[in-house]
């Protein structure tokens, strides 16, 4: 095999790739994944795989099998066992319980029509006028859980995007860790998932850039320690728009992995040498190994597809 899986791992960095099962990858999720597979080894540091399998109702049967399989067909190994999120709800449970102890959580009863109809947009959807956050309203009971942001300043410098730099409560406000349905929210899992494997370099992709200043917040108020993060250029299609299942992204075709990888790699600007797009997949990676320079993506938001 390629000579980047044998490299020794240094606890000082420790990278993950968290793909969630709602469908099959695709292109954007391959450059995600290359870029913080890449960006690891340079470090000589470990990868880990998450499943972040905590909602079910957005989940497609046999999505898991299908990332798992597509990722090792294109040369990814990871470190590890593969760490899945459904089997983790006892330490949400516990983070939640520890944010209600210290009063940063609280039962919140607006349903989404109700809080619609007063909130402004932010990065991250509606900002939650907080309403419940100084208890509920007489007759309402408790749909989800919310933290309470107050003027926290969230500072940080972003490996690839630069110095992010927000007031909590104006960009994102309450934000919900237990969902209505009694699902646990991402942020929630993300952050107690990240904190607590000890994973000190978030690489991932844009489009999540404003979900870091929640999900640090809360593995500062859970005393967990917070990673480094470097948020990747997301793809974008013809028409400007991120690929998604949504918009009918094409999962990615397991015939030809050395292609596409090389396009993710050009995609991240690294621009591979053309005689490796048809060539063999462990020399392309032994390429990307030794070649991959971060600095060329520094600033870019959006990539545009093949
Ligand atoms: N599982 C989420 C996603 O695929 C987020 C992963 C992350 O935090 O990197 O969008």
Redo the contacts with the bound molecule.
Sequence with gaps: MASHHQQPHSPRYRG?????PTGPLHFG?LVTAVGSLLEARRHQGSWTLRI?DIDPPREAPGATDAILRTLERFGFQWDGPVVYQSRRLDLYSEALDRLRRSAYAYGCACTRREIANVAVNGPNGLIYPGTCRQGLPPGRRTRAWRVRCDNTSIRFHDRFQGPMDTLLAETIGDFVVRRADGHFA?HLA?AVD?GSDGITH?V??C??LW?TPPQRYLQQLLGLPVPECGHLPIVVNRAGQKLSKQNHAPPLDIKQPEVQVWDALAALRQQPPAALRRGSLDMLWAWAMEHWQPDAVYGLASTATP
């Design positions: 993950r790739f968290a793909p969630s999720s972040d991402y993300a990240d978030l991932r992709g489009d999540l979900c």
